[in-house]
């Protein structure tokens, strides 16, 4: 029992306080752990539960207790697909660099591949631009078909919902206000949902049009 709890204070899970696709502030943020002695470890567990509505605004990450690395640079690289782990060739790009592989993180319609080092004169080993934006994608009909089935799904819920609360009224079980309660909270999280798919396509363009006319790939968004 000690045991567990020994190991349950060596790792922590912390909420990032930022939108996951602005590359340049994730990447700082986790540097900022390091420097405080929270070492990244992988994406939390939860984000499979929360992610699918709010990822990347909810992204949780598992940090690790460790001595204040001050020095600890991260990058994030746009993975070409959501697959376990990159390629040979890149790590081994990445390796030459001075750069080590981490975790790939997956934040529902985009992923990543996260490098560190902590050798203060390891070089940039992504820098071209073009490949940069290509890698950086968008699935927009992937998108459309997960609109398509969370508005289908509330509409499910609301017949669904309808369909019991017609047989509670008849029984005088459930008043009138909480059947409207349950029909705003409904309309709420879809309104929820289209917000959050509508604030991460504004990004993701932002993204890619500072990746294009600054030929950078370290792109940030506007404070």
Known sequence: MFRKQQKQKCFVTKWAP???????????????????????????????LV????????????FRREEPRPGRQYRLVPAPQPTASPSGELLELYRQAGWQYQDSIVVFYLSYFLFFTDDPGALEPYTDPDSFRTAFRYPAWGLALILAAFISLDVALCILLAMGVWQLEQAALMPRWCVAVEYLLLTTAA??????????????????????????????LPA
């Open 18 to 48: 930022l939108n996951i696709t602005d590359i340049r502030r994730a990447e700082g943020w986790l540097e900022t752990m390091a420097a405080q002695g929270l070492i990244y470890c992988r994406q939390s567990g939860w984000n499979l």
């Open 51 to 62: 992610g699918g509505i709010f990822n990347p605004h909810f992204f949780l990450a598992k």
């Open 191 to 220: 309104g929820l949902n289209l917000v959050c798919f509508a604030l991460d396509l504004t990004a993701v363009l932002m993204l890619k049009k500072q990746i294009q006319h600054h030929a950078t790939t370290r792109p940030t």
